[in-house]
Every structure is written in C-alpha cells, then in structure tokens.
C-alpha cells in the first residue's frame, strides 16, 4: 500500500510517498480502507523527530482516519460489518491507504457527511472533549478562554463550549480567523498580535476573568493567562508551541488565584481513558453533527491535499495559514 513517509527528521520536503506492508488486523482489531485523514501539530512535530509514536504504534504519521471497513480480525464482537463507514482517533499510521484500529475504537460517521469532513473530526474534536469535559469539568455558563481560536481544536472547541452552554472566547492572529471563529459561536475573539488579549478578556468579563483556559502556546503566555484567570480557574496546557520556559513567579500568582493548572496529551493517555472518552464522545456530542439537529454541530475544513502532496499541506500548517483542518486525501 502507499503511505506517507519520512526517512530522517527535518522540513516538509523531506516527505514523500511510499510503498510499504499493508497491514493485518490482529485479534479484534478491524481493517479500515482510508479514504482520508487529517494532519495536525502531532504530525509536524513528529517529521521533525520531537514526538515519537508511542510503543507498538505504527510509525506512519496520521492520527485520524475515516473510510470503510475493508476486514475483521479473528475475535470481533460483530459490531462492524465491511463496507460500514467509520473514522477513528489513532496513535499513527492514517496517511497511508489502509490503517488497523481496536474495533472499539472505531466511531460511525453521523448521516449526509462526507469522508473529507469525518476526517476532520476524531483528534480535533475528542482532544476538545477531553480539555473541556474530563479535564476542565466545563460547567453552565463558566467562560472558556480557547487560544489558537481558528485550529481545528479551536473551532471544536468553540462549539462544545456552546453545547454546553457556555461562553467561549478565543485568541486568534487575523481578523480572518477571529470572523471564524465568530461565526462558530465565539462570543468575544482577540487578535493576539496586536492586542494584550488578558485586558480585553478581563473587560469583556467586567474583570471578573475566565474560569478555564485552554492553552497549546505555554510559556510565552504564562502572565497574560493568569492575569485574566478567575478565582478557582482551571488551566489547562495541551501544547507548548512557544516553548515551556517560564521566567518569573508563577507559583505565587497562581496562589493567589488557588488556579490549578492542568498538562495532557491524547495520545499518550491510557487506552482505558482515551476510550471512555471516545464513548462519552459517541453518545453525547456525534448525534448533533447529524443533518437537523439542533445546535448542529460541523466540522471545518480549511484545504484539501492529496497523499502526494503531502509536504505542501505540512508547509500551510506550519506558516498557521489554516483556518480548520487541513485535510489529506487517500487514493481509492
């Protein structure tokens, strides 16, 4: 089979197409024929030798796939047959034609969606999930701060604070990707480039601040975050694209506040978590992407890439060009 690939780490163009092993469901695991995967800042980061894939996970980068079921491993409970449409959260290998996943990790894809739109759903919407619900424990009517507004966990974010009626705001660095967001239910949004976004956040809230934040920047961030955090605030850092140093008294502004601060990644949580995440997912939240509900939720694209222009895709992310998720397209 084709997958994307990378012989030593380094910049986009050290990506291309090759042809490697298709591989065999094991016990209980089904085999999926990808119609198309998403890329996001896991994936950079890993052509560039910074994130590893976990132990025993597939080395071929892409964290989400949606397609049909193309085969059973021996021990399936018959929950899938070939031919359904599914997508799934991975630990690697979604840019390639066909990817493996533990039947129990795969979802449906709501009614009337595409491939191309399923794609942009598992790693940005159950990362958002997961910040808000099992991490932040989002209440009603708690203000949500969201930094990088317009990413693909952004724009998820933005909607799942709405459905849980709540009042996301974000930061973002165009007035392109704030109208975004805007758009998806932000009801304040920030440039942060040209604004200092804890004055706004603290007079949008009449100085009251935000009860959590959600944070993928980290250290060039630390003082504005706390400056506009409430009392008993939650922040929760899932990233560090600006590093993780921090110069400066942290603890003891963090004190003041009793704000806690909270660190996770997806993909190297336990399997018994991210899949009772996944579940509470599947039951509470995929039902509102179908045609007709209310709030109906939707995933956004930003660009569509095929497999072998894989490096130009990576290029648009890493110059934050997206609004959305970037989106890889598999050959049939």
């Not at 209980?28 to 995967?37: R, T």
């Not at 996001?40 to 796939?65: C, F, V, W």
């Not at 509102?288 to 497999?307: A, E, I, M, R």
Request: proline share 5%; net charge neutral.
């Amino acid at each position: 089979m084709l997958a994307a690939y990378f012989d030593c780490p380094g910049g986009p163009e050290n990506l291309y197409v090759k042809k490697v092993m298709k591989p065999h469901p094991g016990e209980g695991e089904v085999l999926v024929k990808v119609a198309a995967s998403a890329l996001n800042r896991a994936d950079l980061l890993q052509r560039r030798g910074k994130y590893p894939p976990p132990k025993g996970a597939s080395d071929i980068l892409g964290l989400e796939a949606a397609g049909s079921v193309a085969g059973l491993g021996p021990g399936c409970k018959g929950r899938w047959k070939t031919g359904d449409a599914v997508m799934a959260l991975l630990s690697g290998g979604g840019q390639a034609e066909y990817v493996t996943v533990p039947e129990g990790y795969l979802m449906p894809i709501p009614n009337d969606m595409t491939f191309i739109q399923a794609a942009a759903i598992p790693e940005a919407w159950l990362t958002a999930f997961q910040l808000l619900h099992f991490v932040g424990k989002i209440q009603k009517g708690e203000r949500v701060l969201i930094h990088a507004g317009a990413s693909g966990v952004g724009m998820a974010a933005v909607q799942l604070v709405r459905l849980a009626k709540a009042i996301p705001i974000v930061t973002a660095g165009t007035q392109e990707k704030l109208k975004a967001t805007a758009n998806a239910g932000a009801a304040a949004g920030f440039n942060y480039k040209n604004e200092d976004f804890s004055e706004k956040v603290l007079a949008f809230t009449q100085g009251s601040g935000v009860d959590i934040i959600l944070d993928c920047v980290g250290g060039s961030y630390w003082e504005k975050n706390l400056n506009c955090l409430s009392t008993d605030g939650r922040w929760i850092i899932y990233g560090l694209l600006s590093g993780g140093e921090v110069h400066g008294d942290l603890l003891a502004r963090l004190l003041s506040k009793r704000a806690s601060i909270h660190t996770t990644l997806l993909r190297s949580r336990d399997k018994e978590a991210s899949n009772g995440c996944q579940q509470s997912f599947t039951e509470n939240v995929l039902p509102y992407f179908s045609g007709g509900t209310s709030p109906h939720l939707q995933p956004l694209v930003d660009s569509v890439y095929p497999l072998h222009e894989i490096a130009g895709a990576h290029r648009i992310m890493e110059d934050n060009k997206n609004i959305g998720k970037i989106v890889i397209e598999v050959p049939a």
